[in-house]
């Protein structure tokens, strides 16, 4: 029996022929085609500039290097996020400061990151999980109010809106990862989308080894440039991702429709403000006792199943070094604990949707 994946990355002819062409052409690292792929992309979003680099870490962690984030600083985050959220705290000297999130939405609310300020507060970070865009307008009031710059882990949310814009233009800087298993895909790679010039030229010293001119190095930098073979593969993606999109919400509102009479399933909820999910992932919530036998029972019969990121701050490296008791993050705990992503993609037929719908639905009706 063919496994039903959570996700499958729309690869093809046209992707291999762009990557050939670029290296048919000689020039393969970072030039024309990485510029191009930008200005496609600012376009797209409406963001005034695209940096472009090679994964989502690296676009991350350079957001917080051009804020001078350093030693001695702390970074307010999310616990519910992939550990890349803290590492890239870590990587710059900094101390990541975990706060909880919403139970029903799995993003972080605004409270729950005025709760963590303190004078060592130099920026707070938010993530759209599971592709669904937090409340911008009240994070980008609060950084106005307090002058603490606001990042956006927007990693899972490209092509996603906000009030009728593109998920790119609402925090001082938006980071976005290209890897495999998102809507669009380099392989690796990433961008960092800002309206601000001055920003936007600090990210493209610091991606290139800190230097300004041929040679000349200002700041420290890195080696997080992306090369012009992934750009002409992500051009060819970016073209498709409306129908990727659109394809994706078509899955999940059937699965919202099929669930909606079964109230041992908890769909993605609806929030009050506008917004376009990205659709990222369609994750669903049982009870936590059910939890994990759902999924042995989902791959027994061939459907592939994600419990997604624990909260980062039960992990091995994280808790060993900075002991937090999990009982400050309810919120988080009990949602990793409940939420399954079942699978979610582009060209998935109606009649696998149905399967993996009506498998779930059956073992919740034998489970009571």
């Not at 029903?104 to 507060?121: A, G, L, W």
């Not at 865009?133 to 950084?143: E, G, I, K, M, T």
């Not at 996603?160 to 593109?166: E, H, L, P, Q, V």
């Not at 509102?253 to 990205?278: H, R």
Request: with cysteine; proline share 5%; net charge neutral.
């Amino acid at each position: 029996m063919k496994k039903i994946p959570v996700a499958n990355p729309q690869i093809g002819e046209a992707e291999a022929k762009a990557a050939y062409d670029v290296i048919s052409s000689g020039w393969v690292s970072m030039g024309q085609k990485v510029r191009e792929f930008e200005t496609k992309i600012e376009s797209f979003t409406g963001a005034k500039y695209a940096v472009a680099m090679n994964n989502g870490t690296s676009t991350l962690q350079s957001c917080l290097a051009t804020l001078g984030i350093g030693p001695g600083d702390e970074v307010i985050i999310p616990t519910l996020s992939y550990i890349s959220s803290a590492n890239v705290v870590l990587y710059q000297g900094a101390t990541p400061i975990f706060c909880d999130s919403n139970v029903e939405t799995f993003n972080v609310d605004v409270e729950h990151i005025k709760s963590k300020i303190t004078p060592r507060t130099k920026a707070f970070m938010t993530v759209d999980l599971k592709g669904l865009p937090v409340d911008y307008d009240a994070f980008s009031r609060l950084s106005a109010e307090t002058g603490i710059p606001f990042v956006s882990d927007s990693a899972e949310s490209f092509g996603a809106s906000y009030k009728g814009a593109r998920v790119g233009t609402q925090a001082l800087l938006h980071s976005f990862s290209f890897f495999a298993n998102k809507n669009i895909t380099t392989g690796e790679g990433g961008v960092v989308l800002t309206n601000d010039k001055s920003f936007a030229e600090k990210l493209k010293i610091i991606r290139n080894q800190g230097q300004e001119g041929r040679y000349n190095h200002t700041v420290l930098g890195n080696n997080f440039r992306m090369t012009d073979v992934q750009a002409a593969i992500g051009m060819v993606q970016l073209s498709k991702i409306d129908r990727i999109i659109g394809d994706k919400k078509r899955i999940a509102l059937l699965y919202d429709k099929m669930f909606a009479e079964q109230p041992g399933i908890v769909t993605p909820v609806k929030v009050k403000y506008e917004n376009t999910p990205s659709w990222y992932l369609y994750s669903i919530k049982v009870k936590n006792e059910l939890r994990d036998p759902l999924v042995n029972f989902l791959e027994q019969n061939g459907i592939e199943t994600r419990l997604s990121f624990p909260p980062i701050h039960q992990q091995p490296f994280y808790a060993a070094r900075f002991k937090i008791n999990s009982e400050q993050f309810p919120g988080a705990s009990k949602a990793f604990c409940e939420f399954l992503d079942i699978p979610i993609w582009c060209d998935m037929p109606v009649i696998q949707t149905e399967i993996v719908a009506n498998k779930i639905l059956s073992f919740m009706k034998r489970a009571g």
